[in-house]
C-alpha cells in the first residue's frame, strides 16, 4: 500500500537555527498537509496545500514557517529561526483528489530544538 | 474558532471489557473522521461518517454520527490488547482542515 514518507525520522537543531522538514506524499494525491503534536496533546494542523499554493493556514503557521513543493515529488515545512517551543512531532499528510478524503499520515519527524 | 472536544481523556479497562469515547463540535460538521495512534506512531486513519445519524461498523468497533452532525462516538466491543492506542476524532472544516479533539488514550490490561 502506498504511504507518506517523511525525512528524517528526528531533527535535532540548535535554537535559532533553520530547519528544513522533508515529506513525500502519496504519488497520486493532490493535497497535503503539515500538522504538529506536542508530546503528549493533540494533532494541530498547520497549513493545507493545493495547486502550488497555500489553501489554509492556522495561527500557529506564522511568518516563521514556509511550505514549498519544490518538484512533483516532495514537499516541504521550513522553519525559519527555531524556538524551543517549536520543539514537537511534525506529521506531514496527503490525500487524493477529491475533497474530503482521508488523509494518510506520514511517520513524522520529531524536532527537538535545543 | 471551531473546537472539538473529546472525553474522556484516558480510559483504563480490563480486556473483554467495552469501550467508548465521545466527541462534541462546537459547529455542525461536514464530516467527522477516526483515527488511531499506536504509541511512538502516527495517526491511522480508521473511517469517515458524513451522513447524519450514520452508524459504521469495523468488527468489533461502533461508529455513530449525531443527527445535528455536531456529535460523535466510538464503541468497542471487547476490549483487547491490541486495541491499546489514542483514538482521535477529526472535524473537518475549510479545505479539508483536520481540527482534532485531545484523543482518548486507552489502556488495557490483559
Known amino acids: 500500500e502506498p504511504e507518506v514518507t517523511q525525512t528524517p525520522s528526528h531533527q535535532v537543531t540548535q535554537m535559532g537555527q533553520e530547519v528544513i522538514l522533508r515529506c513525500v506524499p502519496i504519488s497520486n494525491h493532490l493535497y497535503f498537509y503539515w500538522y504538529r503534536q506536542i508530546l503528549g496533546q493533540k494533532v494541530e494542523f498547520l497549513v493545507s496545500?493545493?495547486?502550488?499554493?497555500?489553501?489554509?493556514k492556522s495561527e500557529i503557521f506564522d511568518d516563521q514557517f514556509s511550505v514549498e513543493r519544490p518538484d512533483g515529488s516532495n514537499f516541504t515545512l521550513k522553519i525559519r529561526s527555531t524556538k524551543l517551543e517549536d520543539s514537537a512531532m511534525y506529521f506531514c499528510?496527503?490525500?487524493?483528489?477529491?475533497?474530503?478524503?482521508?488523509?494518510?499520515f506520514g511517520d513524522g519527524t520529531r524536532l527537538s530544538i535545543l | 474558532g471551531q473546537q472539538v472536544m473529546q472525553i474522556p481523556q484516558y480510559q483504563h479497562v480490563q480486556e473483554g471489557e467495552d469501550f467508548t469515547t465521545y466527541c462534541n463540535s462546537s459547529?455542525?460538521?461536514?464530516?467527522i473522521q477516526w483515527y488511531k495512534q499506536r504509541p511512538g506512531g502516527h495517526p491511522v486513519f480508521l473511517i469517515q461518517l458524513v451522513k447524519s445519524g450514520e452508524v459504521k461498523k469495523q468488527k468489533r468497533l461502533t461508529f455513530q454520527f449525531g443527527e445535528a452532525k455536531k456529535n460523535s462516538s466510538l464503541h468497542i466491543t471487547a476490549t483487547q490488547t491490541t486495541d491499546v492506542g489514542t483514538y482521535f476524532c477529526?472535524?473537518?472544516?475549510?479545505?479539508?482542515?483536520?481540527?482534532f479533539g485531545a484523543g482518548t488514550r486507552l489502556a488495557v490490561h490483559p
Open positions: 496545500f493545493y495547486n502550488n499554493e497555500i489553501s489554509e
Open positions: 459547529t455542525t460538521l461536514s464530516n
Open positions: 499528510a496527503s490525500s487524493s483528489t477529491v475533497s474530503n478524503q482521508p488523509q494518510h
Open positions: 477529526a472535524g473537518s472544516g475549510g479545505y479539508n482542515k483536520l481540527i
